[in-house]
């Protein structure tokens, strides 16, 4: 029996589907959904053990790849446009790798290929304050590296100090799990079979993938198109109306 994946879709069209990052909730893109179900038929889901999807063991890629199909066949789609941030850059990777007859086209935002030094210290410095210092301590660090700091202070920004040992929500085994997931994970040599209309988009002011992640993600898929956007780790969030322009304006082109 298939474990229990929370997916969610609005609006009629064409099949999107949005992969989210390591946070894994498809809420992190009500913002973009908001804009695109006008339009589009959008699809979006909570990865395995995050939110209100079920997991047996750990997180792999592989397993949100399978997660994503079948949430498919329980919506009766056949092939899609998957567009992946972050972590699910992977993901959308891997289901053009492994599945590209379900691809119609894919983005990469905020994506790499593989894991590099400062890429490696920089996770086990999360991990280090995840594990230390707990939950609080962690998103308060997230926000302050991956927001703009204009958004930071209009968004998140409070008067009093804020109390990093306060408690929190987040799962820290699970988010140490995720973490590992993505060292796990490379398939840069194969990206070259990738044969569907792809974009790359990635972030100058993105201190947590910068963007030359995304400059070799784009040459070493055949034909990829590369666009360079500011607003932070979080674009999709940040610079929302411009982030969906690029996706119609690609997928229109695309036909």
Request: charged share 20%; glycine share 8%; proline share 4%.
């Amino acid at each position: 029996m298939a474990l229990k994946i929370h997916s969610r879709e609005e609006g009629r069209g064409d099949a999107v589907i949005l992969v989210s990052g390591l946070g894994g909730l498809g809420a992190f893109w009500q913002p973009v959904v908001d804009i695109l179900a006008d339009h589009y038929r959008v699809i979006t889901f909570d990865h395995p053990g995050v939110g209100l999807s079920e997991i047996d063991g750990l997180p792999t890629i592989p397993g949100i790849a399978e997660a994503l199909l079948q949430v498919m066949a329980e919506r009766d789609v056949q092939s899609a446009h998957v567009v992946g941030h972050s972590t699910g850059s992977l993901v959308t990777q891997c289901m053009a790798l492994d599945h590209a007859d379900r691809v119609r086209s894919i983005v990469l935002s905020s994506g790499w290929t593989k894991p590099d030094k400062r890429f490696r210290d920089f996770f086990a410095y999360r991990k280090y304050v995840l594990q230390h210092l707990g939950g609080t301590a962690y998103n308060a660090m997230t926000r302050l590296v991956a927001y703009p700091s204009t958004w930071y202070g209009e968004n998140f920004a409070v008067q009093e100090s804020l109390d990093y040992g306060a408690p929190s929500s987040v799962d820290e085994a699970m988010t140490q799990a995720r973490m590992d997931m993505l060292q796990a994970y490379s398939r840069r040599d194969e990206l070259l079979r990738i044969n569907c209309p792809a974009t790359v988009i990635g972030a100058w002011d993105d201190f947590i993938i910068p963007f030359h992640h995304s400059e070799e993600l784009a040459s070493l898929i055949p034909r990829a198109r590369l666009v360079e956007l500011s607003g932070g780790h979080f674009a999709p969030v940040t610079r929302t109306e411009q982030y969906v322009a690029l996706l119609r304006e690609f997928w229109e082109s695309s036909k």
